[in-house]
């Protein structure tokens, strides 16, 4: 090869040589790539929509919920938070640094929005250690000025974006509160669950949701309920959203239509305002509700989006009790509203004769016990029909006695009471119609002559909801069937209970003595000009801690020719069920009826009126401590 | 005169032509894909710039490939102090420009891009003196002739310039066979400094030691604190993913997310969000954007061409009859090597990171026209190496 007799000192082996190296460098680096672009792709694919792509969850809003007139009781608005996104402010080095760092951004956002700052230093460090993937909503339903002002600033902020929540209104504030309940949200939880079938690939959090905590809310909580959505974000380093992906739709939750009637359901808690007490109108045809109510009440928008801790320490701690929904939970003594129970049972009994009068003295005694009368005058000889207008503790006392408690339990069975009437709300009481067996497990004392006269005129033991009232009184009204009272329509309602089949013309007398006490009775403030109401008043004293108080009742229906409705009514330390709570009453039938109702006949105002003197009397001392009275 | 130059073109390499270009309209594409993002219009255009220097270079890779080499070879010397002193005043305020912290540029040149071909040719001069005795002597002249540019060069700074410059000489010195002992004695203590200082670092990460030994055994290393975090994140990759991990990671995964066939051209997601900075996305990382956007089909092509590229510079030397030419082509091939293997190596997470461009695909005109000259000087080589040096003398 050196022909040319030049010395060559570089070999050709030597060039081979390093271009064999050269191309295994090459091949080692198609190698690698190959592993890169080609085996893991897959997974730095990944690792780019990682941190490229912000989850999003788009919420579904829950359902409305509407009276039977669709006027909208419960609805959903727009609640615009701002939102820091902090895995893309983070910053180099330890996790402390990004926490002030999103902290200053703050600061600093709170100083040119011009709002204080809603969310505490904790709580910001609290969201990085634990739900750091979620959007940390620093400031929660912002006003339309802030919103204007985030708009024209928003670029100087990267990582940060309003997140739209939709949150629940109420039109009508604590209208039907108990009814409709109240919602909350519960702390940030993993989601865990499979979405539609399949596992997330990775673990999502999500912001939770809203649940109904009680009524309505809590009871058709999945229902209402809409299922969560996700939109993916392309965001760039700095946080600008670049592309949006639609994952999976949101749902929004069904709407639910309530059996309530806005009007009545307004007046009976207009009835009941500034009073303790509850309120139940029902349609004696089929069990619908058309009216509940409890007082006092609360502002279901205070829950919304978070309920203050002052008010909810509030709200738990009154000693009202307004979250408690009385008309439902409530267990009170019928008192005298349970006579007509006791009246059906004697009717049906054979040692009980109609026609038969017993005297009344204005007390009744029993051995020891004396049961005092309302009309401590006496009412004197008085017959069956008069002792349920006049509601003569004395006749009652003694029909009982006679009838014996069996024939009490079991009438008051048949109507419902002492067991759930199943309205479709949580924690309905069961309220308490007592057994023998009963009182000795749990009194530790045997059945008395004494407790069946005392539950024969709705006192003693018995504990009555006023809801059972209401299905009671609609029992009576409808000629003995008992619905199971129900706010939501739904397959297999209206639904029969319980049928009462009674003796020809029993119901019908007592019916008769119940509309006796509104044209006589103790119940005329009940009466209107165009409707003929019927009804029970009833006062049931009960010794609360050495304290006498009073629970005044009302259970009424109307028209009396062909019942519509029953409404029920009790008011917490009442003067008496006919001068307190009938004329509230009175109200709510007038309200039902509209135009058709007329007038009352009797005016409310007694002083102006009433000439004979009254029918109750509540200054007159208690005869024996710890004893009950019917009026 | 012309029928003679016609002689010469048909001796001229058209592999290495192709090549060249090939991958040069590969730097052009790219470099607009990586700059289509910004918002700068000047920025926009970069590419722009590139398609200039590139018909600049190419005229001048033509002017140099009808000109003897062995006249380049003849001024080396005289070329290599000259380039010494502008590496001196490029150091000086005010004479060079600095860019984020570098004083690299003298009247919009980085001297040390030409400085490299001026080595290779001063060391492929020197190599074939016949009146040299490839001793240890020569050796020792070698380090020191490499070495004072390339430490002139480290404080500028611009480690990975001066660093690509030790494999270029290693490759010619084992071409030239200049002192075998002592030439693969310094390899091996080379290597065992190599591992001595990654397992100094792999030590502190990871052996507990009380913190002054700790500091102590990081100031054995010599290494500035900034080069000691990027071996760090070469040993643990995913230390501070945030943090100066940042870089390595992206890069890493614009190319894996390219896949197979690659996400389109300019569709690449990584440096259009910004996760791989748009500041080197044009130039130290333009691998990255491309094995996004052409997926492995791209990257192969690439290493293809430059396979064809360095092969046919190598295919140069071969044919070529005298030491000089030979050792010349071989220095340039271990240069286009050594910044190919070393970008694209460390776009992928299998070296530390340093900032070296990939030949005429990454933005930076001077490197760019240099590569361009240096090749016109090579296939030079190919049309005039043939004959003999005498003949020319």
Redesign the interface.
């Known amino acids: 090869m050196d022909g040319?007799g030049?010395?060559?000192?570089?070999?050709?082996w030597?060039?081979?040589g390093?271009?064999l190296a050269?191309?295994l460098?090459?091949i080692y680096?198609?190698v690698?790539?190959?592993h890169?672009?080609?085996e893991?792709?897959s997974?730095?694919?990944e690792?780019?929509l990682r941190?490229?792509l912000r989850r999003v969850q788009v919420p579904g809003p829950r359902g409305r919920i509407f009276d039977r007139n669709r006027v909208c009781l419960a609805d959903n608005r727009p609640s615009y938070c701002i939102a820091f996104y902090v895995e893309e402010l983070?910053?180099?080095?330890r996790w402390a640094n990004t926490i002030r760092h999103v902290n200053a951004k703050i600061d600093e956002l709170a100083l040119t929005l011009g709002v204080p700052r809603q969310i505490s230093e904790a709580a910001v460090t609290n969201h990085v250690m634990k739900t750091l993937p979620m959007p940390l909503l620093a400031w929660r339903d912002v006003s339309q000025e802030t919103l204007a002002k985030w708009a024209e600033l928003a670029g100087d902020f990267p990582g940060v974006d309003v997140y739209v929540q939709p949150e629940r209104a109420y039109p009508y504030g604590s209208l039907a509160a108990h009814v409709i309940g109240y919602v909350k949200r519960d702390k940030p939880k993993e989601q865990k669950e499979p979405i539609n079938g399949e596992m997330p690939e990775r673990a999502h959090f999500y912001l939770p949701e809203m649940f109904g905590a009680s009524g309505i809310e809590f009871a058709y909580n999945n229902q209402l309920t809409g299922q969560l959505g996700e939109q993916s974000i392309?965001?760039?380093?700095?946080g600008y959203k670049?592309s949006v992906w639609m994952g999976r739709p949101s749902v929004v939750g069904r709407d639910i239509t309530l059996t309530l009637e806005v009007g009545v359901q307004h007046e009976v808690e207009r009835m009941l305002r500034n009073r303790r007490g509850a309120g139940v109108v029902i349609d004696v045809r089929s069990g619908e509700i058309l009216a509940m109510a409890s007082s006092p009440t609360f502002d279901l928008n205070a829950f919304v989006p978070n309920i203050r801790a002052g008010i909810w320490e509030e709200l738990n701690t009154d000693k009202q009790l307004p979250l408690f929904n009385r008309a439902i939970q409530g267990r009170y003594a019928p008192g005298s509203t349970f006579k007509p129970v006791t009246a059906l049972a004697a009717l049906h009994s054979p040692n009980f004769n109609v026609e038969e009068t017993h005297t009344c003295n204005g007390v009744f005694v029993l051995g020891t016990m004396r049961l005092r009368c309302w009309n401590s005058y006496g009412h004197g000889e008085i017959g069956f029909l008069k002792a349920i207008e006049q509601s003569c503790n004395s006749y009652f006392c003694t029909i009982a006695q006679e009838i014996g408690y069996p024939a009490i339990y079991a009438q008051a069975k048949a109507l419902g009471l002492g067991r759930a009437a199943g309205i479709d709300l949580p924690s309905e009481n069961r309220g308490l119609l007592p057994t023998e067996k009963w009182k000795e497990d749990n009194l530790r004392d045997r059945w008395r002559v004494g407790d069946t006269c005392q539950i024969g005129i709705g006192q003693g033991l018995l504990l009555t909801t006023p809801l059972q009232m209401a299905v009671l009184t609609a029992a009576v009204a409808n000629g003995g069937k008992v619905y199971r009272p129900y706010l939501v329509a739904r397959e297999g309602l209206p639904q029969v209970v319980m049928t009462n089949v009674w003796k020809a013309g029993a119901v019908e007398l007592v019916r008769q003595g119940m509309r006796e006490v509104v044209m006589h009775g103790t119940g005329r403030r009940l009466a209107l000009s165009g409707v003929n109401v019927a009804g029970k008043t009833g006062t049931a004293e009960i010794d609360v801690g050495g304290v006498r108080r009073k629970n005044t009742w009302i259970t009424a229906f109307a028209p009396f020719e062909a019942p519509q409705i029953a409404v029920v009514m009790v008011v917490e330390d009442g003067e008496s069920g006919g001068q307190t709570v009938a004329p509230l009453v009175r109200q709510v039938m007038k309200t039902y009826f509209g135009e058709a109702a007329g007038e009352p006949v009797m005016a409310t105002e007694s002083r102006v009126v009433e000439v004979v003197p009254e029918e109750e009397d509540p200054s007159e001392p208690a005869a024996h401590p710890g004893g009950e009275r019917g009026d | 005169m012309f029928a003679r130059m016609f002689q010469q073109l048909r001796l001229l390499n058209p592999i290495l032509l192709f090549c060249m270009l090939g991958l040069t309209t590969f730097g052009v594409l790219y470099i607009y894909s990586s700059c289509s993002v910004r918002d700068d219009k000047e920025l926009q255009m970069l590419y722009m710039r590139h398609l200039e220097v590139a018909v600049v270079g190419l005229i001048a890779y033509f002017a140099c490939a009808f000109m003897n080499y062995r006249r380049w070879m003849q001024w080396s010397c005289i070329g290599y102090v000259g380039m010494l002193v502008i590496l001196v005043l490029v150091l000086i305020p005010g004479i060079g420009e600095s860019i984020m912290g570098a004083r690299r540029w003298i009247f919009g040149v980085q001297p040390s891009e030409p400085a490299k071909l001026v080595v290779i040719l001063m060391l492929a001069w020197l190599y074939s003196r016949e009146e040299v005795k490839h001793g240890a002597g020569l050796y020792f002249l070698s380090l020191a002739l490499v070495g004072v540019p390339a430490l002139l060069i480290l404080v500028q700074p611009d480690l990975g310039t001066a660093m690509v410059l030790v494999p270029t000489m290693l490759v010619m010195m084992f071409s030239a066979n200049i002192a075998p002992k002592l030439f693969w004695t310094s390899i091996g203590l080379g290597l065992v400094a190599a591992s001595v200082i990654l397992g100094i670092i792999y030590a502190v990460e990871r052996v507990e030691m009380p913190q002054e030994r700790r500091d102590m055994l990081i100031r054995a290393t010599c290494l500035r604190p900034h080069q000691i975090q990027r071996l760090d994140v070469f040993l643990f990759p995913d230390k501070d993913l945030h943090g100066s991990g940042y870089n390595r990671r992206q890069s890493e995964i614009a190319v894996g997310s390219g896949g197979f066939h690659g996400k389109g051209y300019l569709k690449g997601e990584q440096y259009m969000l910004g996760y791989l900075p748009p500041s080197v996305s044009s130039n130290d990382f333009i691998f990255a954007v491309l094995a996004e956007e052409a997926g492995f089909v791209g990257s192969l092509t690439v290493l293809l061409l430059f396979l064809g590229l360095i092969w046919s510079v190598l295919w140069v030397a071969f044919r070529c009859r005298d030491d000089g030419g030979r050792l010349f082509c071989i220095g340039v091939a271990a240069l286009i090597f050594s910044h190919m293997f070393i970008n694209i190596a460390m776009t992928i997470g299998l070296m530390p990171i340093t900032g070296l461009p990939l030949p005429f695909i990454s933005y930076g005109r001077t490197f760019t026209l240099t590569m361009m000259v240096t090749l016109g000087i090579v296939q030079s080589v190919a049309m005039y190496g043939r004959e003999s040096e005498h003949r020319f003398l």
């Open positions: 040319y030049e010395k060559r000192v570089v070999s050709s030597r060039i081979a390093f271009a050269v191309m460098g090459i680096l198609i690698s790539l190959y890169v672009q080609v893991q792709t997974g730095f694919s690792d780019q941190q490229s983070r910053q180099r080095g392309q965001v760039d380093a700095r670049h």
